[in-house]
């Protein structure tokens, strides 16, 4: 596995260092997952513009780091935060924070995980919108 360091040190900036880059990432996000350490991820990537309710597509990055500590031997669960700003988005005056139940044996395939994350994700902003 190359370091990080040598994977930002190429000269080669097209497709398949950013691919390499991304590799390298979720390798060391695993581990640090092994190592005991909590990771606090963005995986939806951007706001929704048009109604901040509903989340964007989760990609299958997320899946594949937690599939990649699994194969490390831990097993990382998921906690999902969700945040609302109220109805008036663009008069923010407070915000209301849900925070979802611990998940674990998020195992199977990268794609199957990253579904699971978005439900758990969209359930807690969900709650977050309707304590508000």
């Known amino acids: 596995m190359r370091s990080l360091i040598e994977?930002?040190?190429?000269?080669?900036?097209?497709?398949?260092a950013v691919s390499d880059a991304g590799r390298v990432m979720?390798?060391?996000?695993a581990q640090?997952?092994?190592?005991?350490d909590c990771l606090a991820i963005f995986p939806e990537g951007t706001c929704n513009?048009?109604?901040?309710?509903?989340?964007?597509?989760?990609?299958?990055?997320i899946g594949h780091i937690v599939s990649r500590a699994?194969?490390?031997?831990?097993?990382?669960?998921?906690?999902?935060?969700?945040?609302?700003?109220?109805?008036?988005?663009?008069?923010?005056?407070?915000?209301?924070?849900?925070?979802?139940?611990r998940v674990v044996g998020l195992g199977g395939k990268p794609m199957n995980i990253a579904r699971v994350v978005?439900?758990?994700?969209?359930?807690?902003?969900?709650d977050a919108a309707a304590s508000y």
């Open 49 to 61: 513009t048009e109604d901040p309710r509903t989340l964007q597509h989760v990609n299958s990055g």
């Open 70 to 101: 699994e194969k490390l031997g831990c097993s990382p669960a998921l906690l999902s935060v969700g945040i609302s700003y109220g109805p008036d988005a663009g008069q923010v005056k407070s915000a209301r924070v849900f925070i979802g139940t």
């Open 32 to 36: 640090r997952l092994c190592d005991g």
């Open 7 to 16: 994977a930002r040190s190429s000269k080669d900036h097209g497709p398949r």
């Open 26 to 29: 979720m390798d060391v996000a």
């Open 118 to 126: 978005q439900g758990e994700l969209q359930r807690a902003v969900d």
